[in-house]
């Protein structure tokens, strides 16, 4: 299925104001925290859906911020949105694959878009990203952990993605539809064009970052199977999500 028809037509069901779905608690309040004290740093947040993510930084200090995204329906969500806030974020439909910004930023996120992105276009989106961070700049984001799919089979809530017949090396950018959860059990679909741990080393090297990735492996915690059982335990200690953080 195609992307940007999913986002289009699925943009009521992503607009949230507090957490909702499986990976606002299990990957989004991480991705902050990685962010840290903003001070007024400038964020450039590829892939920013209705903005969610946006307005939680502009929350923590964020300074300018420009939140690009696929999906014009998304966009409308975010932009509505702002109308109430007014926090001063700037969204802009485009394909991230063909963005060039017009400025440079101190630090830039992508919360589940490379996902939605083959290998060599995750390799154009890292370079435009070198690119445009300033000297030390920072780049933050957030994947499906490439053994999720392989090691959790089942398509079952609170999330999955369909694997059935796929290898981990020959199916790289083989597109995996997946479902994922809100805790009210209502689904949202999602897809997963699957690359290897090595395809996120090798396309951050090539795009010119010099230095290591801090890389965590975010799971469900005993933490998250307290607040509600039923929803989180069945993926208690399963690989779900990657978080990158690399400055440049
Ligand atoms: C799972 S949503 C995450 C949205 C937001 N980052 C968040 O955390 O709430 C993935 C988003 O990536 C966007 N996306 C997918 N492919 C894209 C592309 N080529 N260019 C820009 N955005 C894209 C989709 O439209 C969707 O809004």
């Known amino acids: 299925m195609n992307t940007e028809e999913i986002y289009n037509d699925n943009a009521d069901k992503w607009l949230r104001l507090t957490p909702s779905s499986l990976s606002d608690f299990t990957a989004r309040p991480l991705v902050f925290e990685a962010c840290g004290e903003l001070n007024a740093r400038s964020v ?60 440079q930023f101190d630090l830039c996120i992508a919360v589940f878009l490379f996902n ?18 300033h000297p030390q700049g920072q780049f933050i984001f957030s994947v499906p952990h490439p053994f999720f799919p392989f090691i959790h089979r089942s398509q079952t809530p609170p999330f999955y993605f369909g694997s059935r017949g796929k290898n981990y090396f020959a199916d790289v950018n083989q597109k995996f539809e997946g479902e994922i959860w809100k805790r009210s059990g209502e689904p949202l679909p999602v897809q997963c ?8 080393f090798d396309c951050l090297r090539r795009a010119g970052f010099s230095s290591m990735p801090e890389v965590k492996e975010l799971t469900v915690t005993p ?26």
């Open 193 to 200: 064009v699957h690359k290897t741990f090595g395809n996120y």
């Open 223 to 248: 933490e998250l199977v307290a607040i509600d059982k039923a929803f989180f335990s069945p993926l208690l200690n399963e690989p779900l999500h990657l978080l990158f953080t690399i400055s440049k």
């Open 44 to 103: 450039l947040d590829i892939g920013c859906g209705e903005g969610y993510c946006a307005r939680e930084l502009k929350r923590r200090g964020a300074g300018d911020y420009l939140g690009v995204d696929l999906s014009e329906q998304m966009v409308k969500a975010a932009q509505a949105q702002e109308a109430k806030d007014q926090y001063g974020i700037e969204y802009r439909a485009c394909n991230v694959v063909e963005f060039n910004p017009d400025r």
């Open 116 to 133: 939605y992105l083959r290998v060599e276009e995750m390799q154009r989106v890292f370079s435009m990203v070198y690119d445009a961070l």
